[in-house]
């Protein structure tokens, strides 16, 4: 099950929140700036020729643009949260 919210009185960010083992990520990138956490399960997680395995309460990074892919590891149960936040928005808040 994936579930997206956006709220429209902030609608710089989106969230995302996956309850699925059955979900396979092939390489791609997000224009957002991503921020996650790994809730149950662990997954194989691959950037830049880098392959990490993520467990619960790891959270993790991406900025925009970051070619990577995420996987479940074995048949667990994977539960996992994102929140993306405008590229724009967020360089102008960092500025």
Sequence with gaps: MIQFYIDHE???FELKLCNSTELSYKKHAHEEYS???VELGKSCFWYEGTILDLG???IIYLPPDLVHS???IDSNQWKYKMLYINKEWMERFLA
């Design 10 to 12: 902030l609608p710089y």
């Design 35 to 37: 921020v996650g956490i």
């Design 56 to 58: 619960p309460q790891t």
């Design 70 to 72: 995420c996987n479940p």
